[in-house]
């Protein structure tokens, strides 16, 4: 198994940027798929971006193409989102999920999923 801390969400202005942080224990973060999503209040969880084990396929939702990057340090158990040029809109809980097998693209629960407890980003001036 492995556990997931985010950490670097914030209140940050229109424009601004911000780097969450997706920091795992328990198990080598490299045999794993991860993804963030995103859930703004009163609507569903969402997909932001993903990426595989070795770090060459990395999709985006069309939303934040162009605007946020997704990376990860397997030396440091960690995979990033620097975020750029943010907007209003993208304020929302964002969270990293986990799957040895498969690349998180949907919010799933399944016993090969795992989540963390989310970081908060609000954009607003």
């Known amino acids: 198994q492995v556990q997931l801390v985010e950490s670097g969400g914030g209140l940050v202005q229109p424009g601004g940027s911000l780097r969450l942080s997706c920091a795992a224990s328990g198990r080598t973060f490299s045999v794993y798929n991860v993804a963030w999503f995103r859930q703004a209040p009163g609507k569903e969880r969402e997909f932001v971006a993903a990426?595989?084990?070795?770090?060459?396929?990395?999709p985006y939702a069309d939303s934040v193409k162009g605007r946020f990057t997704i990376s990860r340090d397997n030396a440091k158990n960690t995979v990033y989102l620097q975020m750029n040029s943010l907007k209003p809109e993208d304020t929302a809980v964002y969270y990293c999920?986990?799957?040895?097998?498969?690349?998180?693209?949907?919010?799933?629960?399944?016993?090969?999923?795992?989540w963390g407890q989310g970081t908060q980003v609000t954009v607003s001036s």
């Open positions: 999920a986990a799957n040895p097998l498969t690349l998180p693209m949907r919010p799933r629960t399944g016993p090969n999923d795992y």
């Open positions: 990426i595989n084990l070795s770090g060459g396929h990395t």
